[in-house]
């Protein structure tokens, strides 16, 4: 591995991370103050006392606490928290995740057989992208997502080369997804999997996919039963055992409103008080925006590059967004009516995290040919339509229009609406600046090559 892509990721990682790495701030948004942080805490007690938290006295008359994946007791990265003082090991545990993330990503792309930069694009595309930033609002969402780029880099060479010991780490990193405490995220990579494994028994009219599927799916199994067994013993005294309601599991759906936050920075949300308050729309992912170069690239590259590999990531991008719709398209109704156990899950907002990974991807291969594709025109034609929403939404009442009829947040003041307005306006026209900026620099590269 070159040495210039690890100081190049180390560097951006502790860029990103110095405002709460390097200063007294930590993160409160969500469910890290009121759940994680609690729960730690008391896990810390336990074991720096010399036992482990199997019960927590403190919740009602008492509660299972060791078996809950949620409380990240048994997860390896944990030893951050126990070892450090507590808030600098929390913000520790979420830079090293990031690092790891852009990391696994880099060596998912290289083994795609990329380039440095590209690679290294790709990579920076998945782990600074809003999605996967957004899941640490919950750090377990974080944990979790941080394995798939590896995950997908052992499967994909256990499938080519038809290998057992990739199939046996594929195993280990779904035990380490599963110990990060994020059932949801690892249901949705099993299921990336099962249609890879699918993809690729069919293309290549073999049966070893299905063996190797069906292998590391009883490893990963094997190797977390000591977190895996007392969890199901939990679960069928759950009220989720019996399944919940079809409004409860669809509550946080990707609205067509959403789509603003794919386009446009936190489109749909208002800077107040020094921090993000979603606005409309659903507030489990935050920020859809994952940049708008890789976002260019993702939808250009199918048209570039003739590959049944990328082919299949366009279906997921695809599948995902559909996914994420939640209760406004029939798919998720249908999983949630017969897909056994699907009606456990909640938040189809969350399958985003498929339309991140495939994105970058894309987006990957796609940088991989902007040296020898001359994409000026579209990067200009982008900024014109970037410069047209901002007279739409800056001139026009097109914004309130659409606030007006969603329901809006508990004591949303009219001072905050017209803020959203110009936060929005502001984004669209930094965008458009950003895009004239690229297509000068891509035009002068182009222009010097030939």
């Keep these: 591995m070159s040495r210039i892509f690890l100081f190049i990721l180390i560097g951006v990682t502790l860029l990103f991370s110095a405002e709460f790495l390097f200063t007294n701030r930590t993160f409160v948004y969500r469910d890290i103050h009121l759940l994680q942080y609690p729960g730690k805490i008391f896990a810390i007690s336990c074991i720096r006392d010399g036992f482990l938290p199997f019960w927590n006295p403190y919740i009602q008359c008492g509660s299972p606490f060791l ?8 997860y390896p990265l944990s030893i951050l928290v126990y070892s450090l003082p507590f808030a600098f090991g929390i913000d520790l545990f979420v830079c090293l995740h990031i690092f790891l993330a852009g990391l696994f990503f880099y060596l998912l792309m290289k083994d795609q057989g990329l380039d440095l930069t590209a690679s290294l694009f ?17 750090i377990i ?41 994020t059932p949801d995220y690892l249901c949705l990579d099993f299921g990336l999997l099962f249609l890879l494994t699918m993809s690729w028994s069919i293309h290549k009219k073999s049966l070893f996919p299905i063996k190797s599927f ?29 399944g919940l309601s079809f409004s409860e599991v669809s509550f946080w759906s990707l609205g067509l409103y959403d789509i603003l936050n794919i386009f446009i920075p936190l489109g749909t949300a208002i800077p107040s008080e020094g921090y993000i308050f979603p606005y409309i729309g659903q507030k489990m992912t935050t920020s859809l925006y994952m940049g708008i170069l890789p976002l260019i690239l993702a939808i250009s590259t199918p048209f570039w590059i003739k590959r049944r590999f990328l082919l299949f990531w366009v279906g997921i991008a695809i ?25 456990m ?61 969603l329901s809006l947040p508990y004591q949303t003041t009219l001072e905050e609406t017209f803020l959203w307005k110009h936060f929005v306006t502001g984004n669209c026209l930094k965008v458009s600046i950003i895009l004239l900026g690229y297509s000068l620099l891509v035009y002068l590269i182009y222009k010097a090559k030939i």
């Design 214 to 242: 069906l292998l590391l799916v009883l490893a990963g199994i094997g190797l977390c039963l000591f977190q895996m067994l007392p969890f199901l013993e939990l679960v069928l005294l759950s009220d989720r055992m019996g």
């Design 345 to 405: 899950l909640r938040d189809p907002v969350k399958a985003m995290h498929l339309f991140s990974l495939s994105a970058s991807i894309l987006a990957g291969f796609g940088f991989s040919q902007i040296l020898s594709k001359d994409i000026t025109k579209r990067l200009i034609l982008f900024s014109f339509l970037y410069i047209c929403l901002y007279l739409l939404f800056g001139y026009t009442d097109t914004l309130f229009e659409i606030g007006s009829r």
């Design 67 to 74: 078996a809950i994946p949620y409380h990240q007791a048994l």
């Design 141 to 181: 969402t974080l944990s979790s997502a941080t394995w798939t780029p590896i995950l997908i880099l052992f499967y994909l060479r256990s499938l080519k080369m038809q290998s057992i010991k990739y199939a046996l780490l594929s195993g280990l990193v779904i035990a380490m997804q599963f110990l990060s405490g």
């Design 319 to 343: 599948f995902s967004l559909c996914l994420s719709a939640g209760k406004y398209l029939p798919i998720y109704s249908f999983f949630y009516k017969y897909l056994p156990g699907f009606s």
């Design 122 to 138: 790709a990579s920076l595309s998945y782990a600074l992208s809003g999605i996967f930033l957004s899941t640490g609002n919950t």
